[in-house]
């Protein structure tokens, strides 16, 4: 099988090129230590991303020595390279392992899993760079754009980001960052962007400059995926957080110039069986509007933290258990609550962040992967929030009123049907009547380079096929796969990354949302592998 959470799962991780010691299991089959490099090298390349770091298991199951040498050599071969059903990708079968490495991944996972370096204050300080200190910064806006419309787009493979005017198309400036930036935030007042790079590199950039660039980058570990700011009241601009899958922990920052100052340990207990985990990775990270707090979603032990940051010698956290394992969410349109995939549960988590603590667990599909989302207001079930999944076809939709629609809150309302599972973002805007799905792991090339669109007043009327692939026109006719839905400021347009490998030609696709047609395609040397791309307005505001 070539399940599409399990290819999602296994993008490489920067792991791979940190150094690790053997230690020598003598139950376990011998290796040589350029063989222990090299399948260490494999190991993070393909096998952690479900596995776990120290193979305690996640998405996939746990490959810790105790099982491993129990199963032996030829056991484990067969799995390596036929797969199972159960998601495990066939990697000897598919030609991604030779016979030789499929037999030298066997020996490994039998030796003692090796561990990566902690990453602690040191660490970070040693990375730490203000590259202009904030009393040498503007003190006005000192550009013409229109800020609140310029889209953060990742290059992921070059380790840059593309600051792109959203009225003109035009690109401002093309940011070095680190590699494969995962998301962009903004600050509350929606003058700083913050990216942050597979590598745990994470860099600030003034909006208000002449030409937007970095004023301070650090790294915060090993590997990590999410960066916020705090936005209550009284401390706008004031903190930064950023969350690490390697070490497990997470950082609180000065907003004005990234210091660290305070880090903190996810290591600790399950939720449901309670049992210790080593390394709990930092998932989705969110910002308060209701408390001086942010929301750390904790992936293998299934928790969501509110930490409060009012007062950084004394963090008062309070810990909701929710469900395996966390990944990613977003808010309700009333921003009280945090929706949260457990996608191992097919579960979303509905977070209440004023009260905190768990308003509602729905089941949903099979695997749910909302990215951030979609709020719109259905004719019937009146506020919802949906996901797609990557697991099936299905597009859940759960009611997030509980005032005046309280029959219909916290239940998925409606299940309606997409065109298939590979899933990945979901979108739609306050002033539209439409609702985007994409599906870019889907085995069908037809439909990773396509995107689906509901009428949101008539969903049962089905969906319509855009062709955005076709639209982009690309000179190259290889793999490309069509990627995250995002509204413009206004939300009359909707644009698309058309991510394709890394020598040959991408590009962004923007539709006009009211006629569902082409309205333009963003073409460029610099647009290497595009993929997430985040506007300006609609993040600072947690609008999708
Ligand atoms: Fe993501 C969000 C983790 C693969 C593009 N991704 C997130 C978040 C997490 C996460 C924890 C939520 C962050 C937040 O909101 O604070 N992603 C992971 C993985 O662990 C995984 C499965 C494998 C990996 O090794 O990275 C993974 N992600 C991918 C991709 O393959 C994507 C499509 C392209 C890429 O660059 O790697 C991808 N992820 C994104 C994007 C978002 C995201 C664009 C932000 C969505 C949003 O609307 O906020």
């Not at 590598?199 to 208000?208: F, P, S, T």
């Not at 962040?353 to 667990?361: F, I, Q, S, Y």
Request: net charge positive.
């Amino acid at each position: 099988t070539n399940a599409p959470e399990a290819k999602y799962q296994s993008a490489g991780s920067p792991l791979a090129n940190v150094e690790m010691y053997q230690d020598i299991n003598p139950k376990a089959p011998p290796m040589s230590k350029a063989e222990f490099d090299k399948a260490r090298q494999i190991y993070f390349e393909r096998c952690a991303g479900c596995h776990g770091v120290l193979r305690k298991g996640a998405t996939g199951k746990p490959l810790t020595t105790d099982k491993t040498l129990a199963a032996g050599t030829d056991y484990l071969k067969v799995f390596i390279k036929y797969g199972s059903p159960a998601g495990m990708p066939n990697w000897g079968t598919s030609g991604e392992l030779t016979d030789d490495e499929v037999d030298l991944m066997a020996r490994y996972i039998q030796q003692t899993p090796p561990q990566p370096p902690e990453f602690g204050m040191k660490d970070m300080k040693s990375t730490w760079k203000v590259i202009v200190p904030p009393e040498q910064r503007p003190t006005k806006k000192m550009n013409n754009y229109n800020i609140a419309n310029i889209f953060s787009t990742t290059l992921r493979d070059t380790g840059e980001v593309a600051l792109i005017d959203g009225d003109t198309k035009k690109i401002i400036n093309v940011v070095k960052t680190g590699y494969a930036v995962h998301i962009s935030r903004l600050s509350a007042s929606g003058r700083y962007l913050f990216v942050i790079g597979r590598d745990a590199k994470i860099n600030m950039i003034d909006l208000w400059m002449e030409k937007p660039d970095n004023v301070a980058e650090i790294r915060v570990g090993l590997e990590a995926r999410s960066v916020d700011t705090s936005k209550y009241k009284g401390y706008e601009d004031k903190l930064a957080i950023a969350g690490s899958y390697w070490p497990p922990q997470y950082v609180i920052m000065k907003g004005d110039t990234l210091e660290p100052l305070k880090i903190m340990a996810t290591r600790g207990m399950t939720v449901g069986e309670q049992e210790y985990h080593p390394e709990p990775r930092v998932a989705s990270i969110v910002a308060s509007h209701f408390k001086p707090e942010f929301v750390v979603n904790v992936k293998e032990t299934g928790k969501t933290l509110m930490v409060d940051y009012t007062d950084l010698n004394v963090i008062a956290t309070k810990e909701i258990p929710v469900a395996k394992f966390l990944h990613d969410g977003g808010f309700d349109s009333s921003k009280r609550y945090f929706m949260v995939a457990a996608n191992q549960s097919n579960k979303i988590g509905a977070i209440d962040v004023k009260d905190g603590k768990l308003a509602g667990l729905i089941d949903v599909g099979k695997i749910p992967h909302p990215g951030r989302g979609a709020n719109f207001i259905h004719p019937k079930y009146g506020p919802v929030w949906a996901t797609g999944h990557l697991g099936d076809e299905s597009i859940a939709l759960i009611g997030t009123d509980p005032v005046k629609h309280k029959q219909y809150a916290w239940k998925m309302v409606e299940s309606i049907k997409g065109p298939g599972g590979g899933a990945l973002f979901i979108k739609s805007h306050p002033k539209s009547t439409h609702l985007y799905s994409d599906t870019p792991l889907n085995p069908d090339p037809k439909l990773s380079q396509s995107v689906a669109v509901f009428d949101i007043n008539n969903l049962a009327a089905g969906y319509k096929t855009l062709p955005i692939g076709e639209w982009a026109g690309l000179k190259d006719d290889g793999a490309k796969r069509v990627v995250q839905p995002e509204y413009n400021k206004a939300g009359d347009e909707v644009w698309f990354s058309v991510w394709s490998a890394k020598n040959k030609e991408s590009a962004i696709v923007v539709v006009d949302d009211k006629t569902l047609q082409l309205k333009t395609v963003i073409k460029d040397p610099r647009l290497i592998t595009p993929t997430g791309h985040f506007n300006v307005y609609n993040t600072q505001h947690d609008i999708y």
